[in-house]
């Protein structure tokens, strides 16, 4: 639509407060991050000083540091491909393969695996302390006891307490990937699944060379937002952790390190500083993702 | 799970195509009862993982704390409600949720008008400017909350609105707006041109037009993305704990809860914290079933954009 008569100032009416709100509140405070970075800003009488580079020095020896970017690294490894291979599977089996109507109960699977989606990280955190209790108070140790299995101390052990967090993850992405990919598969036109049928195609090969290939740019989105969420974790490590990323920082990420530095120490230049690293990382990630992935778009 | 996939393939025949493909008609391969058994098993199996934690909650709030912890798989002895009135009245549990419902209803009721009147505009006008409006509001869909985090506290406690609901709701609007307008935009921009053009021909304002022509014909997007919101900023966790941390009676539901958490070992409450848990769930599994179509396509909306 051109404009109109009046257009001009309907245009700036419905645009000024929007606008007035996302500035104040988002677009100022990414571009100060970036200078407040460059400071040794820790309290709330100082001013903040310049001091160049010097965060980024502090950070880069700092074990902490390291640690919590190691998880990030297990994270954006671990969780997509175990999300994407279970959710995929549970598709396959709730489509029956692809353009076929799906199995019995099939709205009702995809119903009950969503669910946990639209519950807060925060409360389901709280929901899993009471299934990874240490003692045999716990619901996993009570099922262990039942097979005379000592009780395992599930976030207790430095070694074992990630991969507990991560699974607390995938238990709740898992339905929001399998209901996309179960609509991209029930999409898929009937007269190739026919086709490749007739052909004498195995389930497993329809799924590898047909159903996978035409649900790619599903796959990609999919990947994209679960390493999204690879780089956050702050909430399920905050809340269900021990001492918060611990034990002995073994669990711990970036964002947690970001909200610690800021909100208990005080040292706001610093968390700063370790925001950028994040977003450095987050968009890296980004960039590779979309540059590998990039393939023929198969039109159907 | 493992198991039920070697059991599978073994079924179903060679999956990487080494040796020749048997070959079936679809009537046979559809109806092969060994694979539809697995196959319900495996959904099944995953299926309990989902609702027996959930479950074993609700039961565990109407234990009492040594039964909770000595028979943690047993079903409760008698049914009482005394741990609901405790979580509701001693541990706040009402009140959370009073304001978790303000601040919601609140930011989305604003994001939505605000997300909705900048999209419009954006996807319909042209004017000088647009493109570079357009590219401010969708690049916060790149950055990481965190980055800004500092500075939002600042930035909030400088206007006076740390610790006020006021200030969470501008605040939940400001980065939902990103994601609405670029939604949105693509929404509006597939609606038909001559209809709001008749409306004005026949001398109705801009605004009107607006409220009164593309609003409704907008609905199906514009439900998806409330849907989206309403669910992405009651279950916000970290903006709550940055922005509300010092007044613990205005706080919203996720924050109160985790706290509640934290104090339940000290206080010896477990029952309780139980029942504050089973509370936060069962609204939420209510909105969910009754929406759940809407919620489903609301949520993934974005993936599939």
Redesign the interface.
């Known amino acids: 639509m051109r404009m109109p008569r009046g257009g001009a100032r309907f245009v700036i009416s419905f645009l000024a407060l929007p606008i007035i709100i996302y500035v104040i509140f988002v677009i100022a405070p990414y571009l100060q991050a970036f200078y407040l970075a460059l400071t040794d800003w820790k309290g709330i009488t100082a001013s903040p000083k310049f001091v160049g580079f010097k965060n980024f020095e502090v950070l880069f020896s700092d074990s902490v540091f390291w640690k919590a970017v190691l998880h990030h690294g297990i994270l954006l490894l671990v969780l997509p491909l175990v999300t994407l291979i279970i959710a995929l599977f549970f598709a396959f089996l709730l489509n029956m393969g692809a353009g076929t109507k799906g199995v019995r109960g099939s709205r009702f699977y995809q119903a009950v695996f969503f669910f946990p989606q639209v519950l807060a990280v925060a409360v389901i955190g709280v929901l899993f302390q009471a299934m990874y209790r240490p003692d045999k108070g716990g619901v996993l140790n009570g099922l262990l006891d039942l097979v005379g299995v000592e009780p395992i101390g599930w976030l207790t052990k430095p070694n074992l307490a990630l991969w507990m967090l991560i699974a607390v993850l995938v238990w709740q992405a898992v339905g929001f990937y399998v209901v996309l990919f179960a609509a991209g598969m029930a999409s898929i036109p009937k007269e190739i699944v026919e086709a490749a049928q007739l052909d004498g195609c195995s389930k497993g090969r329809m799924f590898f060379q047909v159903t996978l290939p035409l649900l790619w740019d599903t796959m990609q989105v999919a990947w994209v937002y679960l390493g999204i969420a690879a780089f956050d974790g702050f909430a399920i490590v905050q809340v269900l952790s021990v001492d918060r990323g611990g034990p002995d920082g073994s669990t711990t990420v970036l964002p947690l390190e970001i909200w610690r530095n800021a909100f208990t120490f005080s040292k706001y230049g610093y968390a700063s500083a370790m925001g950028v690293a994040l977003f450095v990382l987050s968009l890296t990630f980004a960039v590779l993702t979309l540059r590998v992935t990039r393939r023929e778009r198969i039109e159907y | 799970?493992s198991a039920n996939?070697t059991v599978?393939?073994t079924e179903?025949?060679?999956?990487?195509?080494s040796g020749p493909?048997?070959?079936?008609?679809?009537k046979h391969?559809?109806g092969n009862p060994a694979?539809?058994g697995l196959?319900?098993l495996?959904?099944f199996v995953?299926?309990l993982?989902?609702?027996l934690?959930?479950l074993?909650?609700f039961l565990?709030s109407f234990k009492t704390n040594t039964q909770?912890?000595?028979d943690?798989?047993g079903l409760p002895s008698s049914i009482s409600w005394d741990s609901w009135g405790r979580a509701w009245e001693k541990a706040n549990v009402g009140t959370y949720l009073f304001n978790s419902v303000i601040v919601v209803a609140c930011g989305t009721a604003g994001t939505m008008l605000?997300?909705a009147?900048?999209a419009?505009?954006?996807s319909?006008?042209?004017?000088r400017g647009n493109r570079f409006?357009y590219t401010?509001?969708v690049s916060?869909m790149?950055?990481?909350v965190?980055?800004?985090?500092?500075?939002?506290?600042f930035?909030?406690r400088n206007?006076g609105l740390l610790n006020t609901h006021l200030g969470l709701i501008?605040?939940y609007?400001?980065?939902s707006?990103?994601f609405t307008?670029f939604f949105l935009s693509a929404f509006f921009r597939t609606l038909p041109?001559p209809i709001?053009?008749a409306a004005?021909i026949d001398g109705a304002?801009?605004?009107r037009t607006?409220f009164q022509i593309m609003v409704p014909m907008a609905k199906p997007g514009l439900i998806s993305i409330t849907v989206f919101n309403v669910?992405g900023q009651?279950?916000?966790?970290?903006l709550p704990i940055?922005l509300l941390?010092g007044d613990d009676k205005k706080w919203v539901?996720?924050?109160g809860?985790?706290n509640?958490?934290t104090n339940a070992g000290y206080q010896a409450d477990w029952p309780g914290?139980?029942a504050a848990?089973t509370m936060?769930?069962i609204p939420?599994?209510v909105?969910?079933l009754i929406f759940?179509r809407q919620?489903?396509a609301g949520?993934?909306s974005g993936?599939?954009k």
């Open positions: 799970m996939l599978e393939r179903g025949g060679p999956d990487n195509g493909p048997p070959v079936r008609r679809n391969d559809r694979f539809k196959s319900h495996a959904l995953w299926a993982t989902v609702i934690p959930i074993w909650t565990a909770i912890f000595t943690p798989l605000l997300g009147m900048a419009y505009v954006l319909r006008f042209s004017f409006i401010l509001f916060g790149v950055f990481p965190f980055l800004a985090l500092v500075p939002l506290f930035v909030v206007l501008l605040v609007i400001a980065y707006l990103p307008v041109v709001a053009e004005m304002s801009h605004t607006f669910i009651w279950n916000q966790y970290l940055v941390a539901l996720t924050q809860i985790a509640i958490s914290l139980f848990l936060t769930i939420a599994l909105v969910y759940q919620i489903q949520l993934t993936a599939l």
